[in-house]
């Protein structure tokens, strides 16, 4: 059955998103014969493959393996590279392309933006107590930036200086005020290398804690050092493929349509650039423009994967914000002053009018709601599957 839910959000400018390079791959050459490019053009493959889906059992599937061969329908630029007696190939794959392999794969897929990390460390050694920044030209730094490269999680490390009381309390508040100076962070990490032994603590939003530190994640390895840079990163970007990734082995064959109305469009500029957010989302198989009034947009979209697999993805882009309640219109257009919006997009669907009903009644479900906010289409049939839904911010 195929099921139309309503979302109303504003277009507003909050924050710019950061753009990893997940589609590119750089190659050391092992030999000047074909069979050696072949290999090296295999391999970046699969490093990109890993980078978008965010996981490394995706090499598994067997129609990824059948895939890898391939690989050359999947190129869209490929160039040489020399650097002295060094030979180099840079690959850059088709997104549209890599999206439609790992869908058909039933794999995972982590797109574009992605939450920016930044970094603060500390290494006390029996003669030395020092912070590490990025002008330390310390090995730890090298370590990092290569794995969060291969993974494709966008880093910085910080330039602050705080004193070394505050590392000792861990995720402080001081540091989570100095990291949000960084324009595009989203997350921060703490990292102590204290006598070799590695120790961090991870907040993974800055801004939806809000002061609170209960969503620290704490972890810490025996590994050596330059590999605890490594288990890190993959720590955090595991954390982010779970919260924002695509899983495309949700998707039952079900079509979902769903009807989203966008306000706040002044330019068509503004208009293209979430056209295109739209088509480059994971979940999103199809987009298409069903009117444009004032400045308001309603595209239809058919989704490759579950409804809650878009609001992740949705929630990516720091552009669009959720309207509060149901919108009341003026000749035509939003009246935008009633609305109050926040920065992050809940994580609730109401698939059912029952749902939605009891919702007003559950204070369990932790969401405050008033009859205004939530609007069942009166065209809709009692017992269809088809709800109206308007989400209340976190």
Do not use: C
Request: proline fraction near 3%; aromatic fraction near 8%; charge should be negative.
């Amino acid at each position: 059955m195929l099921r139309n839910v309503f979302f109303g959000i504003v277009l507003v400018a909050i924050q710019t998103p950061v753009l990893a390079n997940i589609f590119e791959s750089e190659i050391l050459l092992k030999g000047t014969n074909a069979f050696a490019e072949k290999r090296a053009k295999e391999e970046a493959f699969a490093e990109v493959l890993v980078r978008v889906s965010g996981k490394k059992e995706t090499l598994n599937r067997p129609s990824i393996r059948q895939a890898l061969p391939k690989v050359d329908s999947y190129l869209s630029l490929f160039n040489y590279k020399q650097e002295g007696k060094q030979s180099s190939i840079v690959l850059t794959f088709d997104e549209e392309k890599i999206r439609t392999l790992l869908a058909q794969s039933q794999a995972s897929y982590w797109g574009n933006p992605r939450p920016q990390l930044v970094v603060w460390m500390m290494e006390t050694t029996p003669n030395v107590r020092r912070q590490i920044s990025q002008s330390s030209n310390s090995p730890l730094i090298e370590a990092l930036q290569q794995k969060a490269k291969e993974r494709g999680l966008p880093i910085v490390i910080s330039e602050q200086s705080v004193l070394p009381s505050e590392f000792s309390k861990g995720m402080s508040s001081t540091i989570i005020e100095q990291s949000m100076k960084y324009p595009n962070a989203e997350g921060v990490a703490v990292v102590k290398i204290d006598n070799g032994a590695v120790s961090w603590q991870f907040l993974p939003s800055l801004y939806a804690a809000q002061g609170n530190l209960d969503a620290v994640i704490d972890g810490r390895t025996t590994s050596r050092a330059n590999q605890a840079m490594a288990v890190l990163v993959d720590e955090v970007a595991d954390h982010y493929v779970r919260q924002h990734g695509v899983d495309f082995s949700r998707y039952q064959g079900e079509a979902i349509d769903i009807t989203l109305n966008v306000d706040g469009l002044s330019s068509g500029k503004d208009f293209f650039m979430l056209e295109q957010k739209l088509e480059q989302l994971g979940s999103v198989g199809a987009v298409s423009l069903n009117k444009i009034n004032q400045k308001m947009a309603t595209f239809s979209l058919q989704l490759l994967t579950s409804e809650q697999d878009f609001h992740n993805e949705l929630q990516r882009h720091h552009q669009l914000s959720v309207m509060n309640k149901v919108p009341e219109f003026i000749d035509g257009e939003i009246k935008t002053d009633q609305f109050e919006l926040e920065e992050f997009v809940p994580l609730f669907a109401i698939n059912e009018k029952e749902k939605a009903e009891n919702l007003l009644m559950d204070e369990s479900e932790n969401i405050v709601m008033t009859e205004t906010e939530i609007s069942i289409d009166d065209d809709i049939n009692e017992n269809s599957n088809n709800v109206v839904v308007y989400y209340q911010w976190r």
